[in-house]
């Protein structure tokens, strides 16, 4: 023991340098989301604010339309996390509970398709979409959930197969419908799975930017993660304002990932590790 | 079949319908007919013209003479090249680190993963404010150890070449930005060697440390060939999510790799040749050359695989 100690008190020095330098972008982003403009264009490198400027935060929301950007980035959310969960856990039971020909071939193809470069595929998408009549609605972004995806498929299929195969063979043998094992049985022993699934594509939703770019051109039909940055390009000059609504952009995030910790990285492990 | 399999296999098929309507919808279809449009010249506007490899040959021109195609394959390994080796390097030393008995473990554990849930749209516009040439923070920082200041996003420099930072020409541009970027979102990355090192059975730390072994040669002959599946899943997986990156890139090169196409890469190009300049039969030529590239890629690291990467209970 003695010994480790004396290995561990340089990566204790490192770590805590490390630590600064990582949180340092974050520090700088609050503190300059709170100064007052006239502070930034003669002194940007004044630490803390002359004078704490909680108006910039209004300011922000009131230049832009916020609230329909956030309301916009909610129903998309909602949308697509609800989509994912219905097509997704449909998917990972017939992959785990089911049996019939070809299902381990299927699934390598399932598998196959998470190394697809989404720009492959990207040019096709955009024109069914919009032969759909989904052009420049969220329509655009929610639909594609309803028909599954393959990581989430992969990460519920991964937790299923730990739940022991004789609760829903007992089921079975006494009449149970496939439906009911998956509605009854399955579904609420799955639920820290499901909350995975569901954490994952919330925050995937919430910053997707290529959906929007790519699918919507009417200002009021944008996400946050849009909006945002349209309110850079015109408003590029106006730094605090810019991290203010930065932050309010990042927060719902970091408090997710605060809250909802371990799902986080129950998550992150699961899918990491399988290589 | 039997009746019985019969109805399973009808059943499993009701399960699979939503995913399989998208996996021909959504994918199979796109991914053909995106080969197809490679070999025609559409602008949505007027119906596609067959116009053989045309669009190939174009490639193949630009890729010789570095123009925007050669300049966006360059930019693309630049990213690549950097960012994935930089963040396994600087993850695994994180991870490492922390899995010894340190003070205050949890809370570096939660400083290091934060900025990787900061969104891309949000990091970049946090970034272009930190890397500012003049009013930067970066830049105010070396200039009070008395470094030049890069021209970050605002210069076409390439990196790698230090000595000409030293000579105080500002050897840090537009894509090294990008490269910090990448590194500060790391944790990600680092939580899951961080789970993998909880799985080395400690037995083996114990039996090397019996027989003597310093704390570099476990390093070397226990932690890295026990961490090598996860080393190469990362290898894999960040060279592919690195040739994509797309959010980062649009916002600090203002949608179009500025400055002088110096951020200009390969999904940005792809991009805008597809939507900007409505050339929808190059746009696929590229797309489908850049899948083939990362296929024939990841086949080489895992042919190249068994040489480096240690799998546990594979036998010899």
Same mark, same amino acid.
């Given at each position: 023991?003695?010994?480790?100690?004396?290995?561990?008190?340089?990566?204790?020095?490192?770590?805590?340098?490390?630590?600064?330098?990582?949180?340092?972008?974050?520090?700088?982003?609050?503190?300059?989301?709170?100064?007052?403009?006239?502070?930034?264009? +003669?002194?940007?490198?004044?630490?803390?604010?002359?004078?704490?400027?909680?108006?910039?935060?209004?300011?922000?929301?009131?230049?832009?339309?916020?609230?329909?950007?956030?309301?916009?980035?909610?129903?998309?959310? +909602?949308?697509?996390?609800?989509?994912?969960?219905?097509?997704?856990?449909? +998917?990972?039971? +017939?992959?785990?509970?089911?049996?019939?020909?070809?299902?381990?071939?299927?699934?390598?193809?399932?598998?196959?398709?998470?190394?697809?470069?989404?720009?492959?595929?990207?040019?096709?998408?955009?024109?069914?979409?919009?032969?759909?009549?989904?052009?420049?609605?969220?329509?655009?972004?929610?639909?594609?959930?309803?028909?599954?995806?393959?990581?989430?498929?992969?990460?519920?299929?991964?937790?299923?197969?730990?739940?022991?195969?004789?609760?829903?063979?007992?089921?079975?043998?006494?009449?149970?419908?496939?439906?009911?094992?998956?509605?009854?049985?399955?579904?609420?022993?799955?639920?820290?799975?499901?909350?995975?699934?569901?954490?994952?594509?919330?925050?995937?939703?919430?910053?997707?930017?290529?959906?929007?770019?790519?699918?919507?051109?009417?200002?009021?039909?944008?996400?946050?993660?849009?909006?945002?940055?349209?309110?850079?390009?015109?408003?590029?000059?106006?730094?605090?304002?810019?991290?203010?609504?930065?932050?309010?952009?990042?927060?719902?995030?970091?408090?997710?990932?605060?809250?909802?910790?371990?799902?986080?990285?129950?998550?992150?492990?699961?899918?990491?590790?399988?290589? | 079949?039997?009746?019985?399999?019969?109805?399973?296999?009808?059943?499993?098929?009701?399960?699979?319908?939503?995913?399989?309507?998208?996996?021909?919808?959504?994918?199979?279809?796109?991914?053909?007919?995106?080969?197809?449009?490679?070999?025609?010249?559409?602008?949505?506007?007027?119906?596609?013209?067959?116009?053989?490899?045309?669009?190939?040959?174009?490639?193949?021109?630009?890729?010789?003479?570095?123009?925007?195609?050669?300049?966006?394959?360059?930019?693309?390994?630049?990213?690549?090249?950097?960012?994935?080796?930089?963040?396994?390097?600087?993850?695994?030393?994180?991870?490492?680190?922390?899995?010894?008995?340190?003070?205050?473990?949890?809370?570096?554990?939660?400083?290091?993963?934060?900025?990787?849930?900061?969104?891309?749209?949000?990091?970049?516009?946090?970034?272009?404010?930190?890397?500012?040439?003049?009013?930067?923070?970066?830049?105010?920082?070396?200039?009070?150890?008395?470094?030049?200041?890069?021209?970050?996003?605002?210069?076409?420099?390439?990196?790698?070449?230090?000595?000409?930072?030293?000579?105080?020409?500002?050897?840090?541009?537009?894509?090294?930005?990008?490269?910090?970027?990448?590194?500060?979102?790391?944790?990600?990355?680092?939580?899951?060697?961080?789970?993998?090192?909880?799985?080395?059975?400690?037995?083996?730390?114990?039996?090397?440390?019996?027989?003597?072994?310093?704390?570099?040669?476990?390093?070397?002959?226990?932690?890295?060939?026990?961490?090598?599946?996860?080393?190469?899943?990362?290898?894999?997986?960040?060279?592919?999510?690195?040739?994509?990156?797309?959010?980062?890139?649009?916002?600090?090169?203002?949608?179009?790799?500025?400055?002088?196409?110096?951020?200009?890469?390969?999904?940005?190009?792809?991009?805008?040749?597809?939507?900007?300049?409505?050339?929808?039969?190059?746009?696929?030529?590229?797309?489908?050359?850049?899948?083939?590239?990362?296929?024939?890629?990841?086949?080489?690291?895992?042919?190249?695989?068994?040489?480096?990467?240690?799998?546990?209970?594979?036998?010899?």
């Amino acid at each position: 023991m003695n010994r480790k100690r004396r290995t561990t008190w340089w990566a204790q020095a490192i770590l805590a340098v490390a630590a600064a330098l990582f949180a340092t972008p974050l520090v700088w982003m609050l503190l300059t989301s709170f100064k007052p403009a006239e502070q930034i264009a +003669a002194d940007p490198h004044r630490v803390l604010p002359v004078e704490w400027r909680a108006a910039n935060y209004v300011e922000a929301v009131t230049t832009m339309p916020y609230f329909r950007y956030l309301r916009n980035s909610l129903l998309l959310c +909602a949308g697509s996390v609800v989509g994912t969960l219905w097509s997704c856990s449909l +998917a990972a039971y +017939a992959f785990t509970r089911l049996r019939w020909p070809m299902r381990n071939q299927v699934f390598g193809v399932m598998v196959a398709t998470m190394l697809l470069p989404w720009h492959v595929t990207m040019i096709p998408r955009f024109l069914l979409l919009r032969e759909l009549g989904l052009y420049n609605t969220l329509g655009a972004l929610i639909v594609p959930t309803f028909f599954g995806e393959a990581f989430s498929i992969f990460l519920l299929r991964q937790f299923f197969l730990t739940i022991p195969e004789e609760i829903s063979e007992a089921a079975r043998l006494d009449g149970c419908s496939e439906w009911r094992i998956f509605w009854r049985i399955m579904l609420p022993l799955a639920r820290p799975a499901l909350a995975t699934v569901a954490l994952f594509q919330f925050i995937a939703s919430w910053n997707d930017f290529n959906g929007p770019l790519l699918y919507l051109n009417d200002p009021s039909r944008f996400p946050l993660a849009y909006g945002l940055e349209q309110f850079v390009s015109s408003y590029s000059s106006q730094t605090n304002l810019l991290m203010a609504s930065a932050v309010l952009f990042t927060l719902p995030m970091v408090l997710l990932f605060f809250f909802a910790q371990r799902t986080f990285i129950r998550g992150i492990a699961t899918t990491g590790m399988k290589g | 079949m039997s009746a019985i399999r019969m109805r399973a296999a009808w059943t499993a098929l009701l399960f699979l319908l939503p995913w399989l309507a998208g996996f021909f919808a959504l994918v199979v279809f796109p991914f053909g007919a995106s080969l197809y449009w490679s070999f025609q010249q559409y602008d949505m506007l007027t119906p596609p013209r067959y116009v053989g490899t045309a669009n190939y040959a174009r490639l193949a021109e630009e890729l010789v003479t570095g123009e925007r195609f050669g300049q966006a394959a360059w930019n693309t390994a630049y990213y690549a090249l950097l960012s994935v080796p930089l963040s396994i390097v600087l993850g695994v030393s994180l991870a490492v680190m922390l899995s010894w008995n340190v003070r205050g473990r949890a809370v570096y554990r939660t400083i290091f993963f934060l900025p990787s849930v900061v969104p891309a749209v949000a990091s970049s516009i946090l970034w272009l404010w930190l890397l500012d040439p003049q009013a930067g923070l970066v830049n105010y920082v070396l200039s009070l150890v008395g470094l030049p200041g890069p021209g970050w996003f605002n210069s076409t420099a390439e990196a790698a070449w230090l000595p000409a930072w030293f000579a105080g020409n500002g050897g840090f541009g537009s894509k090294d930005g990008l490269v910090l970027m990448s590194l500060w979102g790391v944790g990600n990355f680092m939580i899951i060697y961080l789970a993998a090192l909880g799985d080395i059975p400690p037995q083996l730390y114990e039996a090397a440390e019996l027989d003597g072994a310093g704390p570099v040669r476990r390093f070397r002959h226990i932690t890295l060939p026990m961490l090598s599946p996860v080393i190469f899943f990362n290898l894999v997986m960040g060279l592919i999510q690195a040739v994509q990156a797309f959010t980062q890139i649009y916002i600090v090169s203002e949608g179009q790799g500025a400055p002088a196409g110096s951020t200009l890469v390969l999904s940005l190009y792809i991009f805008l040749s597809a939507f900007k300049y409505l050339d929808m039969g190059y746009a696929s030529a590229i797309a489908w050359l850049v899948f083939v590239v990362i296929v024939a890629v990841t086949v080489a690291l895992f042919r190249t695989s068994h040489r480096w990467v240690f799998y546990q209970g594979a036998g010899r």
